[in-house]
């Protein structure tokens, strides 16, 4: 039998972080944006451990400030394309209530660190999803467009193309390529 | 802003090329430190001496004399120390077979060289400044292909 694994990344995270830093006994909670916060003073030893801990299953820390105001939108963006409630938002409208500023001052800070548009990043990222959803979960092109709300496959394929500089097709086949070569 | 500038490395044995290259990465708006190398041999030395300070973007060249580029990309991707390094194939052919082969062997990204210093430096702002998203996320790293 083969099972699709349905899943909200930043939950799963957070669930990940949280039993590590309840095994180490650290008192912790997660604020509205999703940022660990710490709770006490935490030494330099123990702040060592957790960021090895964490290390070890690929999840990195930033400290968190005014300039992980960008960090933010990235994380609110990754939301975004991962939940179909949050799409019928307008982004503009999303971004600016979850993070408590106006929107044309995200789109500003965000251009300006990262050299690309707060609407060309979300494009960048559910063409990401799709990869993972081709790759990891065997959908097809079609379940893949319906899902995340692409007006047809054509359109999907389109945005593929015009990101990576490949047909979906021919992405996948050079993974499976990969794959064979390697086992 | 990043404060660090984004460490470059370009290996290519044609001089003119080096040097228009060099020219165009200086003229986009990021900062970045350009190493340059002229095969893959040489690439490889630098990359086993520097275990710390590696490239965040190399740009490889096929055709070159001592070690070519793709004998030097499966040197990478066989190489637990290197085989996440993003390496961006940077050569003259436009054959499909061989683009599709690169990308089997482990390249990210695939460059058609620009013959104009224009499009050169579109080209290369177009690859710096995306990659900096990926080197956060391991995830996306071995799913990331880009061909321009």
Redo the contacts between chains.
């Keep these: 039998m083969k099972f699709r694994l349905n899943y909200t990344p930043s939950e799963l995270i957070q669930k990940v972080v949280a039993e590590q830093l309840n095994r180490m006994g650290v008192s912790f909670s997660f604020n509205e944006l999703g940022q660990l916060v710490l709770d006490g003073k935490i030494s330099g030893d123990i702040m060592a451990q957790i960021t090895e801990r964490l290390r070890k299953l690929?999840i990195?820390l930033s400290e968190a400030g005014m300039n992980s105001i960008v960090g933010d939108i990235?994380n609110a963006i990754e939301e975004l394309v991962y939940s179909e409630d949050i799409r019928k938002t307008t982004i503009s409208v999303y971004l600016s209530n979850k993070l408590g500023y106006s929107y044309s001052y995200l789109s500003n800070l965000f251009s300006?660190?990262?050299?690309?548009s707060i609407e060309n990043?979300i494009i960048?990222r559910k063409i990401?999803y799709t990869?993972?959803l081709i790759?990891e979960e065997d959908m097809s092109l079609t379940e893949i467009a319906y899902k995340l709300d692409y007006s047809s496959v054509a359109h999907l394929s389109g945005q593929f193309k015009k990101?990576?500089?490949?047909t979906p097709t021919?992405?996948l086949?050079?993974?499976q390529?990969?794959k064979t070569?390697n086992t | 802003?990043?404060t660090k500038p984004m460490k470059v490395v370009l290996v290519d044995d044609d001089e003119d090329d080096r040097m228009f290259f060099a020219d165009a990465l200086q003229e986009i708006?990021?900062e970045t430190d350009l190493q340059e190398f002229h095969n893959g041999q040489e690439l490889l030395n630098f990359l086993n001496d520097s275990d710390l300070d590696h490239p965040q973007l190399i740009f490889l060249d096929l055709n070159m004399p001592v070690m070519n580029g793709f004998e030097c990309l499966k040197k990478i991707r066989t190489n637990p120390k290197l085989k996440d390094l993003v390496v961006a194939i940077y050569s003259t052919s436009s054959s499909e077979r061989d683009i599709?082969e690169t990308?089997?062997?482990?390249a990210n990204i695939?460059i058609n060289k620009p013959n104009k210093f224009e499009e050169l430096k579109k080209t290369i702002a177009q690859v710096v400044?995306?990659n900096?998203?990926y080197e956060?996320n391991?995830?996306?790293k071995t799913?990331f292909?880009?061909?321009?």
């Design positions: 690929g990195t990235k300006e660190e990262t050299y690309t990043f960048l990401e990869k993972r790759l990101v990576t500089g490949l021919t992405f086949r050079i993974l390529r990969r070569k | 802003m990043s708006e990021l599709e990308f089997v062997n482990g695939y400044k995306r900096w998203q956060e391991e995830m996306d799913n292909l880009f061909r321009i």
